[in-house]
């Protein structure tokens, strides 16, 4: 069913009364604008399932109320861009929400298991995928758009009750709470500088060059929202690594930026400059601390190590490594810092074991093939 009024919004909502779950996903596009435009909202509870056109005349006031009930867990399958967009255009936070890829992980369907792939193993049906890669904006919508976003959703809820009973099985239920409780937090939809300067992919920079690269992104940031189109239309990130590690001083020297060129001059160039001179005239003391440089990074030794021991440990609880822990987060725990993977469900998992490793209280060995853990004495 497409809903494009107002009176029919409210029958369906009526009609959903108040389930145990609802499934949601959403279609939107994101090209050209920074705040992507949300397009579809498709909502469905066993028989009940609808796809709600925000772009034609209607009120979504219904819909948000609805969603905004702690009654109903809100189960969408990767949840980061959807909640996203429910923060952006209508500061919500559907809570309780519970992302079935997350939830795959947690029941070993490996990294980021796609959506196809655990409809499929449910409940045996293949997804058309011949509509994914189009402009959900155009109206009117053909059929085919409209089956294809009702199918996204209407499996969505069968695979959420066999994930459940997967979890139930496993006893994995405070993992799934404590993950769900993050995806709940709007702090997680707020702009952080050093979230984008690490995204740019600069390392072992000085000081007043990492707080260059912070104030520039946040620049970009704002002139981006503000202008509502994409952080790269105002400054390409191979663009800014070039001024970071070379810093104009004019703009002359700015117009040779490759990506930059003419548009020096206007008044993104001036403002640009104005960031430089900004971090520039800050003292040591209001800088960032120092980066590490190649020699204090995580020996990679213990790297083989750490990688080693979660891939056991992983294979042998069958979860998905990366849940677990990243890269990122390895290295952090080789050269002593502070992860979440040294607190809640993880830590029992590997957090604890990773710490003995470290202090050379386990050790690893092959027996038969298989690795297993040693204790040392």
Known sequence: ?????????????????????????????????????????????????????????????????????????????????DLMILWNNFKLVPTPVFDTQIAAMVCGFGDQVSYGQLVKAFTRTKLDKSSQIIDWSKRPLRDRHIEYAMGDVENLGPVYESLLKCIDKRGRANWIEEEMLNLSDSKRFAFNPDVQARRVKMRFLSPRRLATLHELVSWRERRAQSQNIPRGWILKDLALRDIVSNPPEN???????????????????????????????????????????????????????????????????????????????????????????????????????????????????????????????
Request: net charge neutral.
């Open 251 to 377: 703009l002359e020297d700015l117009g040779r930026v490759r990506g930059i060129g003419g548009n020096a001059r206007g008044s993104a160039g001036r403002e640009i400059l104005q960031c430089i001179r900004t971090v520039a005239a800050l003292p040591p003391s209001a800088l960032p601390p120092k980066e590490s440089n190649n020699d204090e990074q995580a020996n990679e030794s213990v790297m083989v190590l750490l990688r080693a021991l979660l891939k056991h440990i992983c294979e042998e609880n069958e979860v998905a490594p990366k849940l677990v822990a990243t890269k990122a987060e390895l290295e952090q725990i080789a050269l002593g810092g502070t992860t979440r993977v040294g607190t809640g469900w993880r830590r029992e998992v590997f957090g604890d074991l990773a710490d003995k490793l470290l202090k050379r209280q386990i050790a690893l060995a092959l027996a038969d093939g298989k690795i297993e853990l040693v204790k040392i004495n």
């Open 1 to 81: 069913m497409l809903i494009q009024n107002t009176a029919d919004l409210k029958k369906f909502i009526a009609a959903l009364g108040t389930p145990p779950y609802v499934a949601i996903d959403t279609e939107f596009i994101s090209e050209k604008t920074y705040y992507p435009q949300l397009c579809l909202v498709q909502v469905a509870y066993g028989s009940q399932a609808a796809v709600i056109d925000p772009l034609s005349d209607l009120d979504l006031e219904p819909l948000i109320k609805f969603l905004k009930n702690r009654q109903i867990v809100k189960v969408l399958h990767a949840a980061d861009q």
